[in-house]
């Protein structure tokens, strides 16, 4: 961790910007009828991802390190489920939404390898 000089050097940050970015362009796409509803829950869990990375990182301590990152896969897995939920409710097809999918599981093993590498640190 020591050639980490920033949050924003860690690759897991930055898949998570982008996966906050396709989130935001889904959204758009969702009906008016969700826009303070499913719309600003999806927004909040994809912002989270990154903001506890980002603020774990600056903790003091691995412990709090560990605990936003915790956090993040929290809210990356309600993200992932809200992404099911627009193809339930038939607000997007499953084949658009299948590489935002891929790209959610992959930072989710990702949160997962950097937790149990800090865990061996430890």
Not at 77 to 102: H, K, M, N, W
Request: aromatic share 8%; charged share 25%.
């Amino acid at each position: 961790m020591t050639s980490v000089k920033s949050y924003q050097d860690l690759e897991v940050w930055r898949e998570s910007i982008d996966v906050v970015k396709r989130t935001y362009a889904l959204a758009r796409t969702l009906p008016e009828i969700e826009r303070f509803a499913l719309v600003t829950q999806m927004q909040r869990a994809a912002v989270s991802v990154p903001a506890n990375i980002a603020e774990g990182w600056a903790r003091d301590s691995t412990k709090e390190y560990l605990r936003h990152l915790s956090i993040a896969r929290g809210s990356l897995a309600e993200l992932e489920t809200f992404f099911v939920l627009c193809i339930e409710l038939g607000y997007s097809q499953a084949d658009r939404l299948v590489e935002l999918q891929a790209d959610s599981e992959t930072l989710g093993r990702r949160l997962n390898a950097l937790q149990a590498s800090l865990r061996k640190h430890t």
